[in-house]
């Protein structure tokens, strides 16, 4: 509901409360390429290098119901970057993140901090409600989000080079000939596809 130009409050101070339903407008390109950041509620967490095993496990359970294929990928204590590849006519991506969400988080003991609003909807307080997505345009860029993807241990402290961070694809990129082992050991690549 677009808030009109001209509205104004009643008077300084008063409550004011618009309904609640959300209008996201999400891309939609079936068949399409996307690249994703999605956030731990706690960002102070550890959570998913911890239970890297159980992240992995929820993606795989996942890609067998619903088919897609990870291009890239960067899993950070409280974060993740990737870079996916729907099936042609499919472009339901949210269906797929909502699902890796809950697979992950009934693995998960309970006893996270969560809101009186996850509260009163029976929610978990493992991941925020929403991530970032952005449909990739062209190969420059895929190139150009791939190099963030990889970069971002390095970006964060995590690692002092791509390679040396275990949780990436960046070693199946340097397999494939794409980077040589000792890319992304030093400076800053500028870019900030997905950060906020």
């Given at each position: 509901?677009?808030?009109?130009?001209?509205?104004?409050?009643?008077?300084?101070?008063?409550?004011?409360?618009?309904?609640?339903?959300?209008?996201?407008?999400?891309?939609?390109?079936?068949?399409?390429?996307?690249?994703?950041?999605?956030?731990?509620?706690?960002?102070?967490?550890?959570?998913?290098?911890?239970?890297?095993?159980?992240?992995?496990?929820?993606?795989?359970?996942?890609?067998?119901?619903?088919?897609?294929?990870?291009?890239?990928?960067?899993?950070?204590p409280?974060?993740?970057?990737?870079?996916?590849?729907?099936?042609?006519?499919?472009?339901?991506?949210?269906?797929?993140w909502?699902?890796?969400?809950?697979?992950?988080?009934?693995?998960?003991?309970?006893?996270?901090n969560?809101?009186?609003?996850?509260?009163?909807?029976?929610e978990?307080?493992?991941w925020?409600?929403?991530?970032?997505?952005?449909?990739?345009?062209?190969?420059?860029?895929?190139?150009?989000?791939?190099?963030?993807?990889?970069?971002?241990?390095?970006?964060?402290?995590?690692?002092?080079?791509?390679?040396?961070?275990?949780?990436?694809?960046?070693?199946?990129?340097?397999?494939?000939?794409?980077?040589?082992?000792?890319?992304?050991?030093?400076?800053?690549?500028g870019?900030?596809?997905?950060?906020?």
């Amino acid at each position: 509901m677009p808030i009109p130009a001209d509205f104004r409050l009643p008077c300084r101070g008063a409550l004011f409360y618009l309904p609640a339903v959300a209008n996201y407008r999400r891309s939609v390109a079936p068949g399409g390429s996307f690249f994703f950041t999605v956030n731990l509620a706690d960002r102070r967490s550890s959570l998913l290098t911890e239970k890297i095993e159980l992240l992995r496990s929820a993606f795989r359970a996942v890609a067998r119901q619903h088919p897609f294929t990870i291009d890239a990928i960067v899993i950070l204590p409280e974060h993740l970057h990737g870079i996916w590849t729907l099936p042609a006519g499919d472009a339901d991506f949210a269906l797929r993140w909502r699902l890796i969400k809950t697979e992950f988080s009934k693995r998960i003991a309970g006893g996270e901090n969560r809101s009186p609003s996850r509260v009163a909807k029976g929610e978990r307080g493992i991941w925020q409600r929403r991530y970032w997505e952005h449909a990739i345009r062209n190969e420059r860029d895929f190139a150009a989000h791939c190099d963030y993807v990889h970069f971002n241990p390095v970006k964060h402290g995590h690692a002092a080079s791509a390679a040396d961070w275990p949780y990436s694809s960046f070693t199946k990129f340097v397999q494939r000939g794409v980077y040589p082992v000792d890319w992304g050991g030093c400076g800053d690549d500028g870019a900030s596809y997905g950060e906020r």
